[in-house]
């Protein structure tokens, strides 16, 4: 009989933070700030803050009342809701097994890059020797070390994904290590989630906010901070820009997976909801803008660094052609020595011109890196740059794996509340056991991801796997909710858990506003999609120390296409099961007992 | 190639050889004195430069342990302000001959880092142009330092998994032990208080979509 109680969360703080350890994810440190640098800085914010109101904050409440209702996991609910569109939530669980897949793979880099930093001197911050012990390493020489260290020691990539070698040991290992923390967070269900959800969703602001003391006082910071927020309007007029806010709300607010259903379904009945969704969705927001300013002071760190060093460079190439003594070439009067020297000896000036490096402040600045490149090798450069860097790594690193776990609970738990949900599987398998097969699946099929060709099929799920399927699934969920279902229908429900009905805003917003922006945005994907032409990833080539665009093979366009088809054809395909089903069933009785009474 | 904004020949001590004829078995050496130390930098002069020739033949004497180099066998020319400078070895018996490039590179590698020490530079700050480095091998210890981390973590997690689930496993076993005992109670008293119990579990929350549907259903 206890079986049957749902399980729930201990108080509604323990929802609140789990939601807010599912949604502040990686994605708030490394494709806002990325965003932000694109699209005209503080500018950057107005469309950002338009799209919240409008798409992301409705959309969100919406998920929770329907966990909250339902009290089921996404296939359950969506099937209560219409038969037909049960394949909405079967969609939703196999976006989540996509993710699940590829986003703990973040977390094995980060446990690697954090048991690496436990060494006096960080391995990324100089080349290894090459073999006669003259120089460093020729494929380190062309990168920078933490490239080198990046995609040689950690990936040992391969040069295409047409070469995929054998699986990296370290790797395989650490992802083994991150699937068992998961396991020990989830074993026990809601009861263990919640008690973790505590440090997980509460440890990273207090990383954040070290690293924000740490970075504003760094030299050379205040020109990071202050590139990022003189806003550049202009960019409003592009309408790629307002494309990407209402896409990072979106991805970022973690919709369409089936998490916050999960995760609702666990809350009394009563539970305020709508609230905790304005909260939840205005923390997201503000830890974006909060990490944006610690990642652009330690982008202008890095860049007066880099600055500053390419301006030694050429004074000592001053110095060292000319034969001046050391003191009469400052960093300050290089500029005035320049045109000097061209005025005194333009032969000797005109042999040294092509060594000579044109620094500029500016450009490096400019360099907008997001993604894994951001997060492992811009900010380990920057790292092993300030004093104590191995204190300051392994806090960084500690941080993303806290971001990356808490995430990792929600896509985790969007798997398993459906398949709980199950009756078939609740009463064969016992909570742990359920939970370890989940686990142990999605570990073994992680495995690929660990080979040399690994990083090239995570950037291909991480592009194609949950992008285009989410856009369809919450478009498709919220004209069910608001026409299929009615929003009547929804109202009545939200009154009877809440108390009192959803006000204009919401009604409007989930009737109108948001569907018309979700498929605009679904056509604008389809339109790129269609113009971009073939699918092509970026390769690493070890010649040439960097990344080179390639197309991809046709398997590997074959496989893009089947993530699609896989999450987005579930939606038609059980509308098509549960049509047939409803035919093949049999007539009801009352129809041939009057049959019988007529004595037709 | 040769920049000559000041030429400072030093008398050659021996008047046979003159370093800019010979300078095929010369190296050129650069300090950056002041990049190098900053405050506590010190100036160059003619007793840094006697300093100078007496480590180069210290570094000679112990490569070739016969000979007995002198410092008046390290002739230097072409000193600049930068501080950089050309030197030549000449042969103790025969000082019109120099000593090949080779045999002073490797003299040079092998006391590389004394002749850095006593200027307290280093490699990159006391340059010979044409002789690289020999970089430092770095330390490989016996277990690379980030298993060991690994080990401790991954203990420490297999310990909680256990103890989780043996938790859970014992508590399990001791509910199946305590429902045994009542439930031989509840046959004895018939199927009343089954029933009862069945309608204050709804009441606790478990939501009986059955009823809710039909209400739906009506309203449509």
Redesign the interface.
């Known amino acids: 009989?206890e079986k049957?109680?749902?399980p729930s969360w201990d108080n509604p703080m323990q929802f609140v933070l789990a939601c807010v350890s599912y949604a502040v994810g990686l994605g708030n440190v490394w494709r806002f700030p990325y965003l932000c640098q694109m699209h005209g800085g503080g500018g950057f914010m107005i469309p950002y803050m338009i799209m919240l109101v409008l798409e992301g904050i409705p959309l969100f409440s919406m998920e929770l009342a329907i966990g909250q209702k339902?009290?089921m996991g996404s296939i359950g609910a969506w099937t209560?809701i219409n038969p037909y569109l049960g394949g909405v939530g079967i969609a939703s669980v196999i976006t989540s097994l996509y993710l699940c897949l590829y986003y703990n793979v973040i977390n094995a880099w980060s446990?690697?890059y954090?048991?690496?930093s436990?060494?006096s001197v960080l391995p990324w911050a100089t080349c290894?020797?090459n073999s006669n012990?003259?120089?460093?390493l020729e494929e380190c020489e062309v990168a920078t070390p933490t490239q080198y260290f990046f995609y040689r020691e950690t990936l040992n990539i391969s040069s295409s994904i047409d070469d995929s070698g054998g699986v990296h040991m370290?790797q395989a290992?650490?992802l083994?290590?991150a699937w068992?923390?998961v396991?020990?967070f989830i074993?026990?269900g809601v009861k263990?989630t919640g008690k973790v959800v505590y440090f997980t969703a509460t440890f990273p602001y207090l990383v954040l906010f070290i690293y924000l003391i740490r970075g504003v006082t760094l030299h050379g910071a205040m020109n990071g901070v202050k590139y990022m927020f003189t806003p550049k309007l202009e960019q409003l007029a592009n309408p790629q820009t307002w494309i990407n806010a209402a896409t990072q709300i979106f991805f970022s607010l973690g919709l369409g997976f089936g998490s916050l259903i999960a995760f609702a379904s666990y809350n009394?009945?009563h539970n305020n909801f709508e609230r905790q969704a304005v909260i939840v969705s205005l923390i997201n927001s503000g830890t974006s803008v909060f990490a944006s300013i610690v990642t652009f002071s330690i982008y202008g760190f890095k860049a007066t660094f880099n600055y500053e060093s390419c301006l030694e460079r050429v004074r000592?190439l001053l110095?060292?052609?000319?034969?001046?003594?050391?003191?009469t070439i400052s960093l300050d009067n290089i500029d005035y020595w320049i045109s000097e020297l061209n005025r005194t000896h333009p032969d000797?000036f005109a042999s040294l011109a092509p060594k000579l490096d044109t620094c500029d402040l500016e450009a490096e600045l400019d360099t907008a890196v997001e993604g894994t490149g951001l997060a492992f090798i811009v900010y380990s450069e920057a790292i092993k740059n300030m004093p104590a860097s191995q204190f300051w790594s392994v806090l960084y690193f500690s941080m993303l794996l806290l971001l990356g776990m808490g995430s990792m609970l929600g896509n985790v738990t969007a798997i398993i509340t459906p398949l709980r949900d199950f009756k078939v599987l609740a009463r064969n398998f016992?909570n742990?056991t359920l939970n370890g097969l989940v686990c142990l699946f999605c570990l073994l099929l992680g495995l690929g991801f660990t080979t040399r060709s690994g990083n090239y099929w995570f950037t291909m799920f991480n592009e194609y796997g949950a992008t285009f399927s989410l856009l369809f699934i919450v478009l498709i969920e919220v004209v069910t909710v608001s026409y299929i279902y009615?929003l009547k229908?929804f109202e009545k429900d939200i009154e009877d858990m809440l108390g009192h009905r959803p006000n204009w805003y919401w009604k409007i917003m989930w009737a109108v506003v948001s569907p018309v922006l979700l498929i605009s945005l679904f056509i604008f994907y389809i339109v790129d999609y269609i113009r971009g032409g073939t699918p092509t990833y970026q390769a690493w080539n070890p010649d040439l120390g960097k990344s080179v665009v390639m197309e991809y093979p046709w398997y590997g366009q074959a496989f893009i296409a089947l993530l699609l088809a896989t999450s987005v054809c579930c939606v038609p395909a059980t509308a098509l099961y549960a049509f047939c089903k409803k035919k093949q069933k049999p007539v009801p009785s009352h129809e041939h007992t009057v049959s019988a009474i007529s004595g037709l | 190639m040769f920049p000559l904004l000041l030429l400072l020949c030093l008398p050659p001590a021996l008047a046979a050889v003159d370093c800019n004829t010979e300078y095929k078995n010369g190296y050129q050496v650069r300090l950056s004195i002041k990049t190098a130390l900053g405050d506590q930098a010190y100036d160059w002069n003619e007793s840094e430069m006697f300093l100078f020739r007496a480590t180069i033949a210290f570094a000679m004497r112990k490569f070739n342990k016969t000979e007995a180099y002198e410092v008046s066998n390290i002739v230097v020319c072409n000193q600049t302000p930068r501080v950089s400078f050309w030197f030549i070895v000449t042969s103790p018996e025969d000082p019109a001959q120099a000593i090949s490039k080779n045999i002073v590179e490797q003299a040079v590698r092998e006391s590389r880092n004394r002749i850095n020490n006593a200027f307290l530079l280093t490699d990159k700050s006391l340059e010979f142009l044409g002789i690289p480095p020999t970089l430092a091998a770095p330390i490989i210890p016996a277990t690379p330092p980030w298993l060991i981390v690994f080990g401790v973590v991954i203990g420490a997690v297999c310990a909680g998994i256990v103890a989780l689930l043996v938790t859970s496993f014992v508590k399990r076993r001791r509910e199946k032990k305590a429902k045994v005992v009542p439930e031989e109670e509840d046959q004895a008293k018939g199927t009343d208080k089954a029933v009862t119990g069945e309608t204050f579990e709804d009441r606790n929350g478990v939501y009986n979509l059955g009823f809710a549907d039909d209400d739906r259903f009506t309203q449509l």
């Open positions: 009989m049957d109680e749902r339902m009290r209560a446990f690697w954090l048991f690496h436990f060494q290894p020797l012990q003259t120089g460093y370290g290992l650490c083994v290590l068992m923390i396991y020990l074993v026990k263990s009394q009945y000592l110095l060292n052609t000319f034969d001046m003594a050391e003191d000797q016992s742990e009615g229908r």
